[in-house]
Nanobody, 121 residues
Framework: QVQLVESGGGLVQPGGSLRLSCAAS????????WGWYRQAPGKERELVAS???????TYADSVKDRFTISRDNAKKTVDLQMNSLQPEDTAVYYC???????????????WGQGTQVTVSS
């Protein structure tokens, strides 16, 4: 059983920075992709950034050049460094991992409980 626990959310002024962290417990397979998603009130959950087991990162257009995703395989953690935060970044941020044992195995998906990020003056 994999559990994901996020930390690092909070209140920040526009232009400020926050760093979110997500720690996994349980078995993590070598074929996996970590992701950070967010959901603002009244909106659908959206992918913010993801990073593959090979280290390739992708970002939503709205956060490119402001957010950076990184992972530490040994510690089973993934971080999201968020700079130049704007009010529109306000949302609950969720950590996610999709993983499989082999290329032909089923995919397992796990979610964290979410952490609130509020950008306001």
């Amino acid at each position: 059983q994999v559990q994901l626990v996020e930390s690092g959310g909070g209140l920040v002024q526009p232009g400020g920075s926050l760093r979110l962290s997500c720690a996994a417990s349980g078995t993590i397979f070598s074929l996996n992709t970590w992701g950070w998603y967010r959901q603002a009130p009244g909106k659908e959950r959206e992918l913010v950034a993801s990073i593959s087991s090979g280290g390739s990162a992708t970002y939503a257009d709205s956060v490119k050049d402001r957010f950076t995703i990184s992972r530490d395989n040994a510690k089973k953690t993934v971080d999201l460094q968020m700079n130049s935060l704007q009010p529109e970044d306000t949302a609950v941020y969720y950590c996610n991992i999709n993983q499989r044992l082999t290329l032909f195995s089923r995919m397992y998906t796990h979610w964290g409980q979410g952490t609130q990020v509020t950008v306001s003056s």
